[in-house]
C-alpha cells in the first residue's frame, strides 16, 4: 500500500519528522509550510492524502481543510489534521471542518499508521469507482454526489455489536438520538444481521467477553455483502497490536475508550457520509454499465452486447456440441409510420414490439435491438426448426393485435419478416450466422413480407 502524502506545517521540525516516519512506510512525500502553498499543491492533483497542522501563520488548518474539500475536485481527498491542541471541541471543530480525522501531538508511531493506512485503502476505493463512473456530469450525477457531501448526516443505520450492557447502552445513547441504531450482543448473530440489514456502518466493540473481536471483524470483510459496509471498532487503551491488526484486515476507523461523545458521533459521521458516497458511485457506474450495453428506447440490449456475446454463445456451442440458432426481425414497412403519424409514434411501436418479442421468448434467449427497426434474437441450445416454430410465434403475436400510438389515439397494424440461421459445426462463426439470417430476412422480404424464411442448411 503506497500513496502521495502532503505534510503541511510552518514548523520545519515537524515537517521533518512526519516525512521521516512516513517515508519509513514507503510512502511518497511531499511538504508545503503554509495553507496557501498546500492549496496550490492541491490543486495540481496526485495527492492521497493530506497532513494538516493547525495552527498556522496566515490561513490556520481549520480554514485550509474548508477549502480543500469545498474543491469539487479534491473533497474526496483525505485530510489528518495534526495539532497540539488536545481538548474535545478541538478535534470536533476540525471535524466539523471537513477533516477525516484528528491527531494530537505528539503523535504516536501507532496512531499515524493506522490512520493513514485505514485512508489510504479508502481513497484507493473511491479512485477506483470514480474512474469506473467517469465524470459525474457525463452521468449526470455531479450534483447528487455533491449533495452528499455537504448535507449533514442523519438517519444512519447504525449495528452495534457489543455483549457488555452498560457499553452498548452508553454507545446508543449517544447515537440513537440522531440515527437508527440497533444492538446485538451475539457475535455470530451480528454476521449474518449484517449481511441482510440495510446497514451503513458497524460498531464492533474489541472487548467481547467471549468472542475474537479480530475474527468478527475478518468475518464481516470477507462476506461479498459486507465487504465494503465501514467497521469502526471500539479499542481499549493500549492495546495497539490489536488495532494495527485490526487496520491490516480492512477496519476503517476507530475511537479508544473512555469514549468522547462528540468524537464518536463525528466519527461515526465520517464513515456514514462516505458510505453513501461511494454508494452512489457505484450506482452511477452501474447506470453507466447498463446504459452502455442497453437500447434506451425499448430497454433491449444494443448491438454492442449482442455482438460481444453473441461470440461466447457460439464458442459455448462448438465446445459443447449443442445447436444455437439466430433470428434477425424487421418490421415491415417501418418508415411508412414515420412519415404518416411521427416519430413518436414510430416509438412507441418499437417499444411495444420489444415488449411483444420479450413476452415470447425464453429466460436464456438474448433478445436485441440490432438497429433502427431490426431486432436479433440468440437461442441457445436451439435447432433451426425449434426456431422456426418460434420465429412463427412471434410473427403471429406481432400481426394479430393492432399497435396502439400517440397515447392510444391512433391504432397501427403492424407486420414483421424473419430471417433464421442455425450453427454449422465448430468452425462456423458469428459473422457468418449473421450473414446467413440476413439473407433469409433478405428473402423473405422479396417474398412478400410477414413471413419467416429459415436459411437452408
Known amino acids: 500500500m503506497t500513496a502521495r502524502i502532503l505534510v503541511v506545517d510552518d514548523v520545519q521540525a515537524n515537517v521533518k519528522l512526519l516525512e521521516a516516519r512516513l517515508s519509513a ?10 495553507g496557501f ?12 492524502i493530506v497532513l494538516l497542522d493547525v495552527m498556522m501563520p496566515g490561513m490556520d488548518g481549520f480554514e485550509v481543510c474548508r477549502r480543500i474539500k469545498a474543491d469539487p475536485k479534491n473533497h474526496h481527498v483525505p485530510v489528518i489534521m495534526v495539532t497540539a491542541l488536545d481538548q474535545p471541541e ?19 508511531d501507532i496512531a499515524i499508521t493506522t490512520r493513514v493506512k485505514s485512508l489510504v485503502r479508502v481513497k484507493t476505493l473511491v479512485d477506483e469507482m470514480q474512474t469506473r463512473a467517469a465524470t459525474g456530469e457525463e452521468l449526470g450525477f455531479g450534483e447528487q454526489l455533491d449533495l452528499i457531501v455537504r448535507q449533514p448526516v442523519s438517519n444512519g443505520r447504525i449495528l452495534i455489536v457489543d455483549d457488555r450492557m452498560s457499553s452498548f447502552e452508553r454507545i446508543a445513547g449517544m447515537l440513537q438520538n440522531q440515527h437508527e441504531v440497533v444492538i446485538e450482543p451475539d457475535p455470530q448473530q451480528a454476521v449474518f444481521n449484517a449481511a441482510e440489514g440495510d446497514y451503513e456502518l458497524v460498531l464492533i466493540s ?9 475474527r468478527l471483524c475478518s468475518q464481516i470483510r470477507s462476506l461479498d455483502r459486507t ?44 464513515q456514514i457520509r462516505r458510505k453513501r458516497y461511494t454508494d452512489k458511485l457505484s450506482d452511477s457506474f452501474q447506470h453507466n454499465m447498463e446504459m452502455a450495453v442497453t437500447d434506451a428506447l425499448t430497454n ?18 462448438s465446445k459443447s456440441g449443442k445447436p444455437l440458432s439466430l433470428m434477425i426481425i424487421d418490421i415491415d ?40 427497426e431490426e431486432f436479433v434474437v440468440v437461442m441457445p441450445e436451439t435447432d433451426i426448426s425449434l426456431a422456426y416454430t418460434v420465429a412463427e410465434r412471434i410473427r403471429r403475436v406481432i400481426a394479430d393485435k393492432t399497435f396502439l400510438v400517440n397515447g392510444g389515439r391512433l391504432t397501427q397494424d403492424i407486420t414483421t419478416s ?13 459473422e457468418n450466422l449473421l450473414k446467413r439470417a440476413d439473407e433469409a430476412l433478405y428473402q423473405a422480404k422479396n417474398d412478400g413480407r410477414n413471413r419467416v424464411v429459415a436459411d437452408a442448411a
Do not use: W
Request: charged share 30%; with cysteine.
Open 90 to 108: 478541538d478535534r470536533v471543530k476540525g471535524l466539523e471542518a471537513g477533516a477525516d480525522d484528528f491527531l494530537t501531538k505528539p503523535v504516536s
Open 206 to 214: 474489541m472487548s467481547l467477553k467471549n468472542f475474537d473481536g479480530l
Open 418 to 430: 424473419i430471417g433464421i440461421s442455425g450453427l454449422r459445426g465448430i468452425n462456423d462463426t458469428p
Open 37 to 48: 502553498d498546500a492549496l496550490e499543491i492541491c490543486a495540481a492533483g496526485g495527492i492521497d
Open 227 to 270: 465487504r465494503n459496509l465501514p467497521i469502526l471498532t471500539i479499542v481499549d487503551p493500549n492495546d495497539d497490536a490489536r488495532l494495527l491488526r485490526a487496520i491490516e484486515m480492512g477496519v476503517n476507523d476507530y475511537v479508544m475508550r473512555p469514549i468522547d461523545k462528540n468524537e464518536l458521533f463525528a466519527r461515526v459521521r465520517t
Open 300 to 317: 433491449l440490449h444494443n448491438r454492442r452486447y449482442m455482438e460481444s456475446h453473441l461470440k461466447t454463445l457460439v464458442a459455448n456451442s
Open 25 to 34: 512506510e514507503y510512502f511518497d512525500v511531499v511538504s508545503a509550510t503554509n
Open 333 to 372: 414497412f417501418f418508415k411508412a409510420v414515420n412519415d404518416t403519424h411521427g416519430h413518436d409514434a414510430g416509438d412507441d411501436v418499437l417499444r411495444e414490439f420489444s415488449n411483444r418479442l420479450q413476452r415470447n421468448i425464453r429466460g436464456i434467449d438474448l433478445a436485441c435491438r440490432f438497429g433502427g
